[in-house]
């Protein structure tokens, strides 16, 4: 499920190509960001923040495209949100902003992409609207969480592979820290942000979280 392949890097190679197209990015520079890209992306302790989930939020992107104020903000946004990923370190997001911010500017991309990309991406640490003037940034938000509202069987894969990307912890601490995670977001008056997500995966996200809690308190 969470796993890439050649046919998938094709069309993330394709999508890529369009998107610095559409910003008249440097064509050599675009090449390279694209190399070191694929390179933190491939990681071998990455199993779910990979180039499968950056694929799965293209295409929802995708999908919701019509409800996309600025496109080229939301997918540049969805490439280099995990760029640094690292879960030894807890700065990961503004690592990631400062990636982009310089792989934007080595691309010779019109700077006022720069400041919301940046805000979008350092948004995804806590997952809270950060920037009322960024009206793409609930969407955004949403389709990185999309995999909560996943059916029952392909959540717990999605819990499984999390947990292999953090199988340097012991298991206690995993589990406190996970459950304070979880238990934060089911906290929250919604998880969604956007009409269109609350309703179609908010009920089934409850039941996941609230099954992943229960699960982790017998371990």
């Not at 939020?57 to 903000?73: D, G, K």
């Not at 012991?170 to 998880?191: D, T, W």
């Not at 009920?203 to 609230?210: G, I």
Request: with cysteine.
């Amino acid at each position: 499920m969470f796993t890439h392949s050649p046919e998938n890097q094709s069309w993330l190679r394709a999508k890529w190509q369009t998107l610095v197209t559409s910003v008249s990015a440097d064509r050599a520079a675009s090449d390279a960001v694209w190399d070191e890209l694929i390179r933190h992306y491939s990681e071998p302790h990455r199993t779910y923040h990979n180039l499968s989930h950056v694929m799965v939020l293209l295409r929802y992107a995708e999908a919701h495209r019509h409800q996309i104020n600025r496109p080229e903000i939301v997918e540049f946004s969805i490439w280099f949100h995990d760029v640094i990923y690292d879960t030894h370190l807890k700065d990961n997001e503004r690592r990631s902003a400062e990636w982009a911010r310089r792989a934007m500017i080595a691309m010779q991309i019109d700077e006022h992409h720069i400041p919301p990309v940046m805000e979008c991406i350092i948004a995804t640490e806590r997952h809270e609207i950060t920037s009322p003037r960024i009206v793409d940034l609930p969407l955004f938000l949403d389709m990185d969480l999309t995999i909560l509202g996943a059916k029952e069987a392909v959540y717990k894969e999605y819990s499984e592979v999390i947990r292999a990307e953090y199988s340097w912890v012991p298991i206690e601490e995993y589990r406190i820290a996970r459950g304070k995670f979880l238990q934060r977001f089911l906290e929250r008056p919604s998880l969604f942000f956007t009409p269109t997500m609350a309703a179609t995966l908010e009920h089934q996200a409850r039941l996941n979280l609230e099954s992943e809690l229960r699960e982790l308190a017998h371990i």
